[in-house]
DNA sequence: ACAATATATACGCCAAAACGTATATGTCAT
DNA sequence: ATGACATATACGTTTTGGCGTATATATTGT
């Protein structure tokens, strides 16, 4: 049920919090789109979506060959909050890398999540 | 001025949140007051505060003999509020270790902060 | 069946971080 | 000055965690 130490755990690291905010912001996105984004290596990007999936931050479902990773919708009411806390705290961040999103050609195709 | 991410890790250790979450709710203690509440060794409780000073989540002042450690007052708003947050998911933790402060005899004397 | 694409995982390596023990520093009382 | 108390720090060890590279798995299109 996500306590808060295994929780601050998951947003220690600069990679998975990039990850965590854009997600936020975004919703919904794939791994070659956060690979995108944040410029990283794609095994490094997908080490830490497996964390974050395992620390309960984040789900996932696949869509034909990608797989969207997004927020968790069943995150406790703290955890949210502290999620909008953040993403007030760093902006920098969040703005470079919601950018580069936005400039990444041939994003998959989005089907509205069943149910 | 405490980014996020330096405040996640800082956070990011069970004796470390203890211990903030029990300043949080009592405002100012000694370093033997929370070694203490917390059962821990004094050099394992003196490292942490001083990477909580350093980081920017606690301040200290000398009284005496004692040092007396506080969130520092002038956290960011953000940093404020998931501090309030962190403590009400965490309630388990900060009940026993407030409970054994309380059953701690000798506490020293606090005068209050000077101007 | 096969190639191309997307994603995950395994392995070995290196660095960061936490720890226990011992010791140093600073303050007070006598 | 000395001893008692409170706190900090240094040192060596162990654990944890992140990384790059290589490879495995899964899905799609031909």
């Known amino acids: 049920m996500l306590d ?6 998951a947003l220690a690291d600069e990679t998975r919090l990039r990850i965590v905010l854009l997600l936020q912001d975004q919703g919904e996105l794939c791994v070659c789109e956060i690979v995108h984004a944040l410029e990283l290596s794609q095994p490094k990007v997908s080490r830490h979506l497996s964390q974050l999936r395992s620390a309960g931050v ?7 060959q990608w797989i969207f990773y997004a927020v968790d919708r069943h995150l406790p009411a703290w955890a949210e909050a502290m999620l909008g806390n953040a ?3 760093a902006t920098a961040w969040l703005d470079n890398d ?8 041939d994003r998959p ?7």
Chains 1, 2 share one sequence.
């Open 4 to 9: 808060p130490l295994p929780f601050f755990k």
């Open 98 to 105: 919601r950018a580069r999103l936005l400039r990444m050609g």
């Open 109 to 115: 195709q989005r089907q509205a999540a069943c149910c």
């Open 87 to 89: 993403a007030v705290a």
């Open 58 to 64: 984040l789900s996932d479902r696949r869509q034909g």
